[in-house]
């Protein structure tokens, strides 16, 4: 049993590894193509994957009509508008930041699920939060306490931080029904279809004008393969054997291990007070789910975006 419990902690450790380095290969895929092309080219890789492990693993179920609606509204929220802010916010604030920022969503979803569905709202989930929420504000603030971050990438993370909240609520009338292979792999081939039109109005010109760039191209690959396709697997049998809380606890490592990688290979600053703000941050996330409903984490469990 111990060891099945430390393969499946492993599990989560690599899954958040990957999801963690998704922020920096998003930086790196920038050095040649635009936002909306590294997503594209991410999701189809990312959808392909999955429908066929999901095929190998018979595990694809067929929506039902009375759902396509509900597909639809996940997809919009996620990818579609999660990565929209998640990808362009990172083209004017840091990996670093913008990790900081997306890693509070799992606070928040409680408030949501409050005001949609009157889900008990814990005292630890409101400390949680304002903790994290002063943590954020030593991360995006200067020396002098002076805004340091672009408004407008702190916005557009914002954005995507909403998104995923707007994404977990509907999800909540499809988990219950359907495997999470099946919803991931439904929500990436919708979300190509809703990135397509984009693309080929604004980014098809810029992409086939753009030489072959390999490094950046390369890192759409380590998106796809890693971010969005294994670290699913991962994750998911990190929960199948430690079960929900104890796998989403591991998330909030994320800041931390998005901090260290920039600085390491992005040469990202990494300064004492952005160090303490991540710290503030993490310690808020993990003092929110000390008391956190399966509910709300089985919706976490199910986010793969950051994914």
Not at 212 to 241: C, E, G, K, M, N
Request: no cysteine; hydrophobic share 55%; glycine share 4%.
């Amino acid at each position: 049993m111990k060891n099945k419990e430390l393969l499946a902690s492993l599990s989560a450790l690599g899954a958040i590894f990957f999801w963690s380095f998704s922020f920096v290969w998003f930086k790196i895929a920038f050095i040649a193509y635009k936002p909306i092309t590294v997503v594209l080219f991410r999701l189809l890789i990312s959808a392909f994957l999955i429908v066929i492990i999901a095929r190998l693993l018979k595990r694809l179920q067929k929506p039902e009509k009375k759902d396509y609606k509900l597909f639809f509204l996940i997809a919009f929220f996620e990818p579609f508008l999660y990565f929209l802010g998640e990808s362009y916010g990172l083209q004017y604030v840091s990996s670093t930041v913008a990790a900081v920022i997306v890693a509070t969503i799992p606070l928040f979803t409680p408030i949501a699920a409050w005001y949609f569905y009157r889900e008990k709202l814990s005292l630890m989930n409101t400390i949680g939060l304002a903790l994290s929420f002063a943590g954020v504000a030593l991360v995006v603030l200067n020396g002098n306490f002076r805004f340091d971050a672009s408004p407008l990438g702190v916005s557009l993370e914002f954005m995507a931080v909403l998104s995923a909240i707007g994404y977990a609520l509907v999800l909540k009338s499809l988990a219950s029904r359907y495997n999470t292979l099946t919803i991931l792999a439904y929500q990436n081939i919708i979300g190509v279809l809703l990135f397509l039109p984009i693309w080929l109005s604004i980014d098809l010109k810029d992409f086939l004008q753009t030489p072959f760039h390999p490094q950046a191209f390369r890192a759409i690959l380590l998106l796809a393969v890693f971010s969005s396709t294994l670290a699913f697997v991962f994750f998911t049998q990190s929960v199948r054997q430690l079960g929900v809380t104890r796998s989403n606890t591991y998330t909030n490592l994320i800041p931390v291990f998005v901090a260290i990688l920039a600085f390491l290979i992005l040469k990202e600053e990494l300064g004492l007070q952005k160090i303490v703000g991540i710290i503030v941050v993490v310690s808020g996330l993990f003092l929110s789910q000390l008391k956190k409903k399966d509910t709300n984490g089985r919706l976490k469990a199910v986010e793969v975006h950051r994914k």
